[in-house]
């Protein structure tokens, strides 16, 4: 299991610096070149809901990326997993109801960053990524979600034929 993990500030240029690198490291783990986009706007969305969080509660705190890759050993696909984690106070209600009240969402203004409210934004990772996971807490907001990386398995150099260009 390959893991990447990035910290970042609350920032929005840093939104675009964890979609590169989400993308970068999807494309090493072997996830199809179909999915990339998926993967980098669904980040993207991740991290802007992130990063509106703490720009309202906890500025000074790090937002947490985390990138994984996990090769299962029996017959199947493995899968490629992007963890983010901001550590602003309050929760948030996972696509499709349940959990914590919309009224708990420490927003300043929804949309400020990502120009999505935060139930679309949830709505808009649940339709790119293949599984989503959200839990809310009182210490911050986990959004995990993944997607499957196909039979190939990645070399230990980063470079396999025809995939990357440059």
Same mark, same amino acid.
């Given at each position: ?7 970042? &500030?609350?920032? %929005? ?6 979609? +590169?690198?989400?993308?970068?490291? /999807?494309? *090493? ?44 050993? &029996?017959?199947? %696909? ?6 983010? +984690?901001?550590?602003?106070?309050? /929760?948030? *209600? ?7 009240p919309t009224a708990a969402l420490p927003y300043a203004e929804a949309g400020e960053v990502s120009g999505l409210s935060p139930d679309i ?46």
């Amino acid at each position: 299991m390959a893991l990447v993990q990035l910290s970042i &500030s609350a920032l %929005p240029v840093h939104v675009r610096t964890a979609r +590169l690198v989400a993308s970068a490291v /999807a494309r *090493r783990s072997g996830l199809p070149e179909s999915a990339l986009d998926e993967v980098r706007l669904a980040v993207g969305e991740a991290c802007s809901r992130a990063v509106e969080n703490h720009r309202t509660h906890c500025p000074q705190q790090p937002i947490t990326v985390e990138l994984r890759e996990h090769i299962q050993s &029996s017959p199947g %696909p493995g899968r490629f997993e992007v963890t983010v +984690l901001d550590r602003a106070p309050g /929760a948030e *209600r996972p696509p499709g109801g349940g959990g914590v009240p919309t009224a708990a969402l420490p927003y300043a203004e929804a949309g400020e960053v990502s120009g999505l409210s935060p139930d679309i934004g949830l709505a808009v990772i649940s339709g790119l990524a293949d599984q989503v996971d959200v839990e809310g807490s009182a210490n911050g907001t986990t959004i995990r979600m993944s997607w499957p990386i196909g039979d190939q398995q990645p070399s230990e150099t980063g470079t396999r034929t025809g995939e990357f260009s440059g």
